[in-house]
């Protein structure tokens, strides 16, 4: 599976795409448990403004504890980072790849598990292009 399963462009207005990411999300186990509006932040503290730029921070409570239980300083991972930005007309949507985190793990349950979550963003973020949710 190659990066771009992670990644989409939408053509839709930031709003609507913060509305269809976290159902996306939803429909393969992950709640959004923070969200952080960067252009927000950098307009209140620098004076500088941005396009809009959110942080989704998502979780799947199950994989989350499962990789806990086989590392306790996976947390510093969690949560999986989804990025939601303006480019032009459109939005982009950009999941973290999981593997790239925990730096390829070749093996063993924690390979197994950075395949499954990957997995599942992937088809959260390829869900995005298919019928409106």
Do not use: W
């Not at 393969?28 to 809009?52: M, N």
């Amino acid at each position: 599976m190659n990066e771009n399963a992670l990644k989409t462009t939408l053509k839709l207005s930031m709003e609507e795409a913060l509305e269809r990411v976290p159902k996306a999300l939803a429909s393969e186990g992950f709640g959004v448990l923070t969200e952080i509006d960067i252009a927000g932040t950098l307009k209140a503290k620098l004076g500088v403004d941005r396009t809009p730029y959110r942080i989704l921070g998502a979780c799947n409570p199950a994989l989350a504890n499962r990789a806990l239980e086989m590392d306790p300083e996976i947390g510093l991972m969690l949560p999986c980072n989804v990025v939601v930005y303006e480019e032009g007309d459109e939005v982009v949507v950009h999941a973290v790849d999981p593997r790239r985190i925990l730096g390829e793990p070749k093996e063993g349950e924690m390979s197994a598990l950075a395949d499954e979550v990957r997995e599942k963003l992937a088809r959260a973020i390829g869900s995005l292009n298919g019928p409106r949710q």
